[in-house]
Each structure stands twice: as C-alpha cells, then as structure tokens.
C-alpha cells in the first residue's frame, strides 16, 4: 500500500476529486494549507500598500492506495491539476506499512 499525497491549487479540488472518483477512488482526506516552492510568494496591492505573501494557499489531498493503483492515481492527479503555470502543486507516494478500519477491525487493503 501506499500513501499519496499531492498539493494542489484550490481551485482544481473539485476537478480532481472528480477524476479520481471516475477511477473509482472513493476516500480522500482534503486539507487546506498554506505554504511555497519555487513560487515563493508574490505582492498585492491592499488599500493604497503594498505587502508580500509569504505563504500560497493549497489543497493538500491524502489518499491511501493499493500498490497497483498508485500509477493510475498519480496520472490521474497529474492530468487533471495541470495547468502549465508556475506553482501546480507536486505528488508526493510515501510507503504505508498498515491500515485499519476502526468500524470492522479490517485490516491493510481490505480497509482501504
């Protein structure tokens, strides 16, 4: 099993998660965070100053996968919170040592 984590901008959520939902990727953790990359930040203009945003908001999706579905979830992702600027997010797959579903004890990829 693996861990996917992507970091997204806010507004492909729901173009995304309805992506996945037609691979059939039914649970997805969403969080909404702050932070930068190579974007760092940028300055607005708020009545008559100018200040520096430091931190860009973010969607932040986790989502646990079998092993064999991990490529097509990366895809997936990939393919639908692409659009060619500066700061789209990045795909992060971390290895996932166990699950379990606390309803029915199930474990590893039958909680999934």
Do not use: W
């Amino acid at each position: 099993m693996k861990l996917v984590e992507a970091i997204i901008k806010p507004f492909k959520m729901d173009e995304v998660r309805e992506a996945l939902n037609s691979i059939g990727i039914q649970g997805i953790t969403i969080s909404e965070v702050k932070g930068y990359g190579r974007q760092k930040g940028h300055t607005e203009l708020y009545r008559g100053a100018e200040y520096v945003v430091d931190f860009i908001p973010k969607v932040k999706l986790e989502i646990a996968v079998a092993d064999e579905l991990v490529t097509e979830v990366v895809e997936t992702i990939e393919k639908s919170a692409k659009t060619g600027r500066i700061g789209d997010g990045k795909i992060f797959i971390l290895p996932l040592d166990g699950a379990v579903r606390i309803r029915t004890g199930e474990r590893d990829a039958d909680s999934l």
